[in-house]
């Protein structure tokens, strides 16, 4: 990064030390969103396409990325020429993550803090887009920040593959893959304008067009040729003298088939609790500087009875549900926080309040449920979650 400069925040007097024509926008100059919203002060920029592939483009509402500049940016003298980091970021991911889960780090670093832009790719699609910010890298709890932040990520992905680009530093952490600047290597750098014309985005040139005209022909013929065999398929079934013999497709067979298929399509806990872990893990996040140690789903097998000790429920009325000696846990969680003076039972009730307002769940501090480790104070907690899916044994 020898001959680019790297804007990672507009704020005082950052744009007035710019020494060079030629600039890379990145961590809090630029927001990037699935969504169509725009932050206060920030200036709308043409979308960018969120998955990756030719026919993609003819897709009736093919996702976007989103982008927006701080508008302070835009005072910045005109000569000066803009490249964004994250357009690089979505463009190299979307090449390399065609038939697997990546997760891209990218953002910027300065002296007081660290900016990581989170992009995760699935088969070839944007499928998520996060921002964290961390500790400098010179800061002594940066490293305990960064695993907290990786620890989320592998139980939300467990299968994904890690990369890190430029302009972040490599963190030289094991999994995960520092390419440096080939992510941002190709990127354009243009004057910035306030407006953009949105038929530009969006308007195909002439012989796309008829390409996509004719692709949408040759899948619609392609279509009634497989309904056409489709028929004669079914056709060729019936006239079988064994199937006319059995006077025709046996109804209690099909009507056994549509309750497996029944059976089969219903939600398992497993695959509900599943669902409900990123929720849980941003709950747990209300607590200033805690760690997740541990998170179990579904709980492990325990004796109820054996169980006691504050039980916490959130606050909304519809959610004040009775929890029985004999309902097993649906999530135990193992987590560190600052140890406080006061006596640790009040601490675990403190925590515990604002965790299941925070999650929805009952919480119950297990058997044994908490212990000093130098100056944290580890507890051990049991969640309930309030929804008929989870609870089905």
Do not use: C
């Not at 944007?126 to 400098?136: F, G, M, R």
């Not at 939600?267 to 709950?283: F, M, S, W, Y």
Request: hydrophobic fraction near 40%; proline fraction near 6%.
């Amino acid at each position: 990064m020898n001959t680019l400069e790297v804007l990672a925040d507009a704020g005082g007097h950052a744009s007035e030390a710019l020494t060079t024509r030629k600039v890379l926008l990145a961590g809090d100059t630029v927001f990037a969103s699935l969504q169509q919203f725009v932050p206060d002060n920030f200036v709308r920029q043409a979308p960018r396409e969120a998955v990756g592939g030719l026919f993609a483009q003819f897709r009736k509402n093919v996702k976007k990325v989103y982008l927006s500049i701080d508008d302070r940016i835009f005072d910045i003298p005109s000569k000066v020429r803009f490249g964004i980091a994250m357009e690089g970021y979505i463009a190299w991911g979307l090449r390399h993550s065609r038939r697997d889960t990546l997760i891209l780090f990218g953002g910027a670093e300065t002296d007081k803090a660290t900016d990581v832009s989170i992009f995760v790719f699935v088969n070839g699609e944007v499928a998520e887009i996060d921002e964290k910010l961390l500790p400098a890298t010179s800061a002594t709890f940066f490293r305990d920040a960064l695993t907290s932040m990786l620890g989320e990520l592998r139980m939300k992905y467990p299968t994904a593959r890690y990369t890190q680009a430029a302009p972040l530093t490599d963190w030289e952490e094991p999994g995960i893959n520092y390419v440096g600047n080939q992510p941002i290597a190709g990127i354009s750098y243009r004057p910035l304008t306030r407006t953009y014309s949105q038929g530009s985005a969006y308007v195909l040139p002439g012989a796309v067009a008829l390409a996509g005209a004719l692709f949408y022909s040759g899948a619609l013929l392609a279509g009634w040729m497989e309904f056409d065999s489709a028929m004669d398929a079914y056709d060729r079934s019936m006239a079988d003298p064994a199937i006319r013999n059995q006077g025709g497709i046996d109804v209690r067979l099909l009507d056994a088939m549509t309750t497996r298929r029944q059976y089969m399509d219903e939600p398992r806990r497993q695959a509900v609790l599943a669902e409900k872990l990123p929720n849980i893990v941003r709950g747990i996040g209300v607590l200033p500087s805690v760690q997740i140690l541990d998170i179990k789903l579904p709980a492990p097998s325990i004796n109820p009875s054996l169980q006691f000790g504050v039980t916490v429920s959130p606050e909304q009325a519809q959610q004040r549900q009775a929890i029985g000696p004999d309902r097993p846990p649906d999530v135990w969680m193992s987590i560190g926080i600052p140890k406080t003076p006061e006596p640790a039972i009040n601490q675990a009730k403190t925590a515990m309040t604002a965790m299941a307002n925070s999650t929805g769940m009952s919480l119950r501090l297990a058997h044994a449920g908490w212990r000093d480790d130098g100056k944290r104070r580890v507890l051990n907690i049991e969640g309930f979650i309030h929804d008929d899916g989870a609870e089905k044994k």
